[in-house]
């Protein structure tokens, strides 16, 4: 388990979407453990109370909260924020996790399949930093972290939709970091680019191939010749949550073992 530190991000007040699991439970979990209070959201009631639980559990106090969202909602977003403004206090942090994606070149996608993905990957993340910022500006030093993928780097003709999903938030990302310095506001906005990381994702690779021949096809592409950890990517969402990372803003942090160099 992580060491457990009280400092690195004492007093900030997390906000995380697709937190049921994988990446966005690991962030919630990284920075509870270091000091943080966290509202957890995700479209699994269940799993994302589940997680808080557990969070209140491993702390030994109340330092997490849940509550069902679906990112592609307006409305829920104006609502979610200001449940978990009440329930913290205030927010000073904004992760937007939560992502999908869908396998096809243009002409095979759909309109609907091609809508669904660029809803929950890019409008979401509109969605979550247009009504979250009024409120980081109130808790300033703040910052949003945006996770995105080595997909806005690397393009692969059956992940067209992705591809394009995730560079766009790459590139919003960098234009909510420059507005906001341009305004003198102390909010800043990076994104976290992942490889392939051993989450629910990719595990019907595994399934399909078994260990030895996924592991061999996914890792083909990473100079370090191995998929990452959750915790590879929650430790570079701790450093841009945290004071640690005031003067770093319109970043993209790539968490990929090397695969965007070659």
């Given amino acids: 388990m992580t060491e457990i530190s009280a400092h690195r991000v004492a007093g900030k007040k997390a906000f995380i979407t697709g937190a049921a699991g994988g990446l966005g439970a690991a962030i919630a979990r990284m920075l509870a453990r270091h000091g943080a209070l966290v509202f957890l959201t995700d479209i699994d009631e269940g799993g994302v109370r589940a997680v808080a639980a557990s969070i209140n559990a491993e702390r030994g106090c109340n330092v997490a909260w849940a509550a069902p969202q679906n990112v592609r909602e307006e409305e829920r977003w104006q609502a979610v924020l200001a449940e978990a403004d009440a329930a913290m206090g205030g927010l000073s942090v904004l992760v937007n996790n939560a992502g999908i994606g869908a396998l096809g070149g243009v002409e095979s996608l759909t309109p609907k399949e091609w809508a669904r993905v660029m809803g929950v990957n ?45 560079a766009a938030v790459a590139a919003l990302s960098k234009s909510i970091a420059v507005d906001c310095a341009r305004q003198r506001v ?51 969402a701790l450093y841009l949550a945290s004071d640690e990372s005031r003067y770093v803003t319109a970043a993209e942090i790539r968490v990929d073992g090397g695969a965007s160099a070659v």
């Fill in 186 to 236: 102390d909010v800043r906005c990076n994104s976290i680019h992942p490889a392939f990381i051993r989450t629910g994702i990719v595990e019907p690779f595994f399934e399909q191939l078994g260990e030895q021949e996924a592991l061999r096809k996914l890792t083909r592409g990473i100079p370090m010749k191995r998929l990452g950890e959750v915790d590879d990517v929650a430790w570079a």
């Fill in 122 to 166: 890019v409008d979401a993340v509109y969605l979550g930093c247009k009504y979250a910022l009024p409120l980081l500006k109130q808790h300033q030093p703040a910052a949003i972290i945006n996770i995105s993928s080595l997909a806005a780097f690397k393009a692969d003709p059956d992940y067209s939709v992705y591809n394009t999903s995730k």
